[in-house]
């Protein structure tokens, strides 16, 4: 199965399964843009080479704020995932954690990461 086989809401509950389980914050804005650049980096790879012309531009215009904002909401979210998160799911998600003295991915290694997941788990359902 693709994932454009996937309907949209499949889609993005099994992204907040992910999300919930590393422990990114829901009461964070940038849970939702994250959420978002998820989404549109598992159907499009092409986007995570390119965040901040591509990416934070769709989610920006979508939620109707500045690329800038986007990125620092998911930075933060990304941050408090990192340093509150389960470090289970870290180590077996991105090879490591905070636990092991590394310092956080980026926002775009933590979207590529977790959008190739998604991808790959879908292909193998």
């Not at 941050?79 to 775009?108: H, I, L």
């Amino acid at each position: 199965m693709e994932i454009y086989d996937v309907k949209d809401c499949e889609l993005e509950r099994y992204i907040t399964e992910i999300m919930l389980d590393i422990g990114v914050p829901a009461h964070l804005r940038g849970y939702h843009y994250l959420r978002d650049a998820i989404l549109l980096s598992g159907k499009d790879m092409e986007v995570v080479s390119s965040v901040t012309k591509l990416l934070y531009p769709t989610i920006a215009k979508r939620f109707k704020t500045t690329n800038q904002k986007v990125e620092r909401a998911i930075r933060n979210a990304i941050e408090v995932s990192w340093s509150r998160g389960n470090t289970e799911t870290f180590e077996k998600m991105f090879g490591y954690s905070a636990s092991s003295g590394r310092t956080r991915p980026t926002n775009s290694e933590y979207i590529a990461r977790i959008a190739d997941k998604v991808r790959l788990d879908i292909k193998a359902m």
